[in-house]
C-alpha cells in the first residue's frame, strides 16, 4: 500500500483512468450537505491565495483507495476504485462545471481543462478509454453526456441502462458547481478571469487527498471499511455487497469494462430494483427489504439469530471465519436464491404455497419463521412437498395463537428447527412434524385437537390487533368450503371481521322472558344471562367476514333486520350456513362456533402422535412424575438439579428429601417460593417442561379416553 498526497488536478494528469464496479453504490452527493461543503472549502482555498499565498497549505479532502489493473497492448492505464468514487466523480464534475462557464468567454482556458477530463492519443478502444472516469452502470449516460457534450451517447452507452426516469445526481450537481463558478467569477463588467485562474489555482495548489494506492498483498476490503463517504452513510446491503465483490478481485477487464461486473449484472442489479428498496416493518424495526432478506439469508445460514442491526459484522464475521463457499460465485447464488424465495413472501400471491406463507406470516406477525421458510424453500430439496411443510408450520403456529401460548421464544425456536433438520438424512418433512409434535412445554408445543377445540370454543378471540390473523382464518374457512363444493371463486372484496351479534347487543338482541323485570331490578337468572351472553359475544362461532359497507348498514340491528340484509347480500359459504338458525343467541352461536371448528381442525392439522409427556404422567394423586424423573432449578445463576425416589425429590448435593417442589425452592433460596414455577421436568431427549405447565397437562392426559 502506498499513500500519495495529490491535488484534484494532478489526480487526472495523464493518460489514465478510473473504474468504478458495478457493484458500488450510485453517484450520491447532493448539494446539501456534501456539495455545498466542498465549495466553501473550495472558496476557501482560493481566498487564501488572493489575500495570504505565502501561508497556503493544501486543505485535506479525504482519501481514496485505488487498485491498478493490468493493461496490455494500447489499453489505457487503468484503477479500479475501491474506495472514493464520490469524491472522484465528483471532482470529474466539478473540472467539467469549469470547462463549461469558461467555453464561452475563454478559450484557453476550456482547452486548459479539457485534459483533466479525456485521454488523448493512441488507445485500444477510443470511444470508452477516452474517458478519465468511466462510472456505475446508472450514473453512466448522464456523466459521457456532461463530460463530452458532442458523443454520440446511444452509440457508447444504451438507452436500457438509464431508463428509470429520474434527473441524476449528476446532472444536479453539474448544475450546482456551474451557478456557484458564474457566481465566484462573474462581476459586474462580465467575465473575471483572474477570478477564474485563481479558483483553477486553488485546486491545484489548495486542495488534496490522499491517493491510497494497493499493491499485492493489500485486503481492499479491510481499508475500505476504515472510511468513510463524506456524510452519505452505508447501509447494511451497501457493506455486505462491497465486502462481497471486493473480494472477486483479480478478474480484469474486458471490452473498457470491469469483468466482475458480469457477475455484478447478474446477482446484484436485481436486488437494486424498488422492490428490495422499498420499507418494511417487522415489529417496531422498519428497515428496506433488502435488509431484511439479507437478515434472514444470514439467520438461515448460520442457523442463529442475525440482528439486523448487526448484520454486516456478522456476516463479515461468519465468511471470514468459517469459509462457507467455495467461491464468491456460489456465494452469490445462495443470496439469489434466498432472494427468489423471499421476494415470493413478499409478493404475497395467495396461490403459491410460499407467497400463501408471506401472508399468514405478515397477519399473525411471524417473521421469525422466515428463515426457517428459506431454508425449506431453498436448501431442503423438498420439491413437491414443500407445501405440506408450509401447512405444517402454519398449524403449528396457528393452532398456538387460538390456544393463546406465547411466541417469545420463536426467534430462537425456528432458526433452531434449522440446525435440527440439516443433521437428520432422512425426510426432511417428517423430521419438522415429528421434532414440531414432540414439543411439550408451553413454550414450544403443538397443541392437539382437545386443547385447540378449548381454545376456539372457551377464548375470546375478537381484539382490534388481531383481526388480521382472524380475517386470515376465515378467508381460509371459506375457501374450503367453496372447495368442497367444487367452486373457484376470486375473493376481489375489502372484506372485515364483524359480529353477528353486536358487542352491544343489549338494546336491539334482548334476552327473552324477562319482560316484566323494571329497569334496574335485579334477577339473579337473568344476571347470569347477561354474562353468557356478553362472554359468548367474542367467540369464533359470533364473527364471520363481510363488506364493511354491508356492516355498517345493519351494524347493531335487531336479528329480524340484520340476518335477512346479510343473506340477501353476502354470497359467502360462510354466511350461507347462517340460514340453518332461526334465532341468534349463545346457543346457536357455540353450535356454529363447533362447526367452523370441524373445518378448520382440518385445515390447521393436529401433530403426529402423541407428546412425550405423557410418559412421565401419573394418576392424579401423585405430587411428583415418575420414579427416576430427573428435575432441575435454575436460581442466581447455578442450576441445581434434583431426581425423584420414592415418590420425594432428592436434590444433588443436598442432604435429605423433599415432599413438594416449594419446600426444596425454599431450602435453596432461603425464602418463601411457589416451586411449581420454578422447576422444570425432564420429558424425552432434551425436552424440559415447567412443573407447573406439567401440573396442568396431567388433568388433561389423565382424563383422556384410555
Known amino acids: 500500500m502506498r499513500p500519495y498526497t495529490r491535488s ?43 489575500t495570504d499565498r505565502a501561508s497556503l497549505t493544501p486543505h485535506f479532502l479525504g482519501a481514496i483507495v485505488i487498485a491498478q489493473i493490468k493493461t496490455f497492448g494500447k489499453e489505457v492505464q487503468a484503477f479500479e476504485i475501491i474506495d472514493g468514487q464520490q469524491r472522484l466523480t465528483t471532482f470529474q464534475i466539478l473540472l467539467a462545471a469549469l470547462r463549461d462557464v469558461a467555453e464561452p468567454y475563454s478559450t484557453k482556458w476550456a482547452d486548459e481543462l479539457r485534459p483533466y477530463l479525456l485521454n488523448e492519443g493512441v488507445m485500444a478502444q477510443e470511444e470508452i478509454e477516452r474517458f478519465k472516469l468511466w462510472p456505475s452502470r446508472t450514473d453512466r449516460r448522464a ?112 471490452s473498457g469494462s470491469l469483468t466482475v461486473d458480469s457477475l455484478y449484472e447478474k446477482h446484484w442489479i436485481p436486488l437494486d430494483r424498488a422492490f428490495w428498496n422499498q420499507s418494511a416493518s417487522r415489529g417496531r424495526q422498519v428497515r428496506k427489504r433488502l435488509d431484511w432478506m439479507l437478515t434472514d439469508h444470514l439467520s438461515m445460514k448460520v442457523a442463529d439469530i442475525v440482528s439486523v442491526d448487526q448484520l454486516f459484522e456478522s456476516y463479515r464475521r461468519w465468511i471470514l471465519s468459517n469459509r462457507p463457499f467455495a467461491s464468491v460465485v456460489d456465494e452469490l447464488e445462495a443470496i439469489s436464491a434466498t432472494a427468489s424465495v423471499e421476494e415470493m413472501l413478499f409478493d404475497q400471491v395467495a396461490d403459491d404455497p410460499i407467497g400463501d406463507f408471506g401472508l399468514f406470516a405478515d397477519a399473525f406477525d411471524v417473521s421469525t419463521a422466515m428463515p426457517l421458510v428459506i431454508y425449506l424453500a431453498s436448501e431442503a430439496n423438498l420439491g413437491a412437498n414443500l407445501s405440506e411443510a408450509l401447512e405444517a408450520l402454519k398449524s403449528y403456529i396457528l393452532r398456538r395463537d387460538i ?162 340484509a346479510v343473506r340477501s347480500n353476502s354470497s359467502l359459504a360462510l354466511n350461507r350456513d347462517l340460514n340453518n338458525f332461526d334465532d341468534w343467541n349463545e346457543s346457536t352461536i357455540a353450535e356454529r362456533g363447533e362447526s367452523l371448528f370441524n373445518v378448520a381442525r382440518k385445515i ?103
Request: charged share 25%; net charge negative.
Open 403 to 564: 390456544c393463546r401460548l406465547t411466541n417469545k421464544n420463536y426467534n430462537r425456536f425456528f432458526v433452531g428447527i434449522i440446525a435440527h433438520l440439516r443433521k437428520g438424512d432422512g425426510n426432511k418433512v417428517d423430521s419438522l412434524i415429528s421434532y414440531l409434535s414432540e414439543r411439550v412445554a408451553e413454550t414450544d408445543r403443538w397443541p392437539d385437537d382437545t386443547e385447540f377445540h378449548r381454545g376456539w370454543m372457551e377464548r375470546d378471540q375478537y381484539a382490534g390487533p388481531r383481526q388480521p390473523r382472524l380475517r386470515y382464518m376465515f378467508v381460509a374457512i371459506e375457501r374450503y368450503k367453496r372447495s368442497a363444493l367444487n367452486e373457484e371463486i376470486e375473493i376481489k372484496s375489502t372484506l372485515t371481521i364483524e359480529h353477528i351479534m353486536p358487542q352491544s347487543w343489549s338494546a336491539n338482541w334482548p334476552i327473552s322472558g324477562f319482560e316484566h323485570l323494571e329497569p334496574g331490578e335485579f334477577d339473579p337468572e337473568f344476571a347470569a344471562l347477561q354474562a353468557a351472553r356478553s362472554a359468548a359475544v367474542n367467540k369464533l362461532g359470533n364473527l364471520t367476514l363481510l363488506t364493511h359497507a354491508l356492516n355498517s348498514s345493519v351494524s347493531n340491528g335487531s336479528y329480524s333486520v340484520k340476518m335477512p
Open 143 to 254: 456523466f459521457v453526456g456532461m463530460i463530452d457534450p458532442s458523443v454520440d451517447i446511444d452509440a457508447i452507452v444504451p438507452p436500457a441502462f438509464n431508463e428509470d426516469g429520474f434527473v441524476r445526481l449528476a446532472i444536479s450537481a453539474h448544475a450546482f458547481f456551474m451557478d456557484a463558478i458564474k457566481h465566484h467569477v462573474m462581476t459586474d463588467t462580465g467575465f473575471d478571469e483572474f477570478r477564474f485562474e485563481i479558483l483553477f489555482e486553488a485546486m491545484k495548489a489548495g486542495l488534496a487527498v490522499v491517493s491510497i494506492e494497493l499493491e499485492g498483498g493489500d485486503d481492499p476490503q479491510t481499508i475500505f471499511e476504515t472510511l468513510n463517504s463524506r456524510g452519505v452513510d452505508l447501509t447494511p446491503g451497501d457493506l455486505m455487497r462491497n465486502f462481497i465483490f471486493q473480494r472477486a478481485k483479480g478478474l480484469g477487464q474486458a
Open 8 to 50: 484534484i488536478i494532478e489526480l487526472f494528469d495523464g493518460k489514465k483512468r478510473y473504474l468504478i464496479p458495478l457493484y458500488q453504490r450510485q453517484y450520491a452527493w447532493k448539494v446539501q450537505p456534501q456539495l455545498e461543503l466542498l465549495w466553501e472549502d473550495i472558496e476557501r482555498a482560493a481566498e487564501r491565495l488572493r
Open 604 to 706: 390447521w392439522l393436529a401433530p403426529a402422535g402423541s407428546h412425550d409427556i405423557v410418559t412421565v404422567m401419573e394418576p392424579l394423586t401423585k405430587k411428583f412424575p415418575s420414579e427416576g424423573t430427573r428435575c432441575r432449578f435454575t436460581y442466581s445463576g447455578a442450576t441445581y438439579y434434583a431426581s425423584v425416589h420414592n415418590g420425594a425429590l432428592v436434590v444433588d448435593g443436598e442432604s435429605g428429601t423433599f415432599n413438594s417442589f416449594s419446600a426444596a425452592s425454599e431450602k435453596i433460596t432461603g425464602t418463601n417460593r411457589n416451586g411449581w414455577k420454578d422447576w422444570y421436568i425432564a420429558c424425552g431427549e432434551g425436552n424440559w417442561i415447567m412443573a407447573d405447565d406439567w401440573r396442568r397437562l396431567r388433568a388433561t392426559v389423565n382424563t383422556l379416553p384410555k
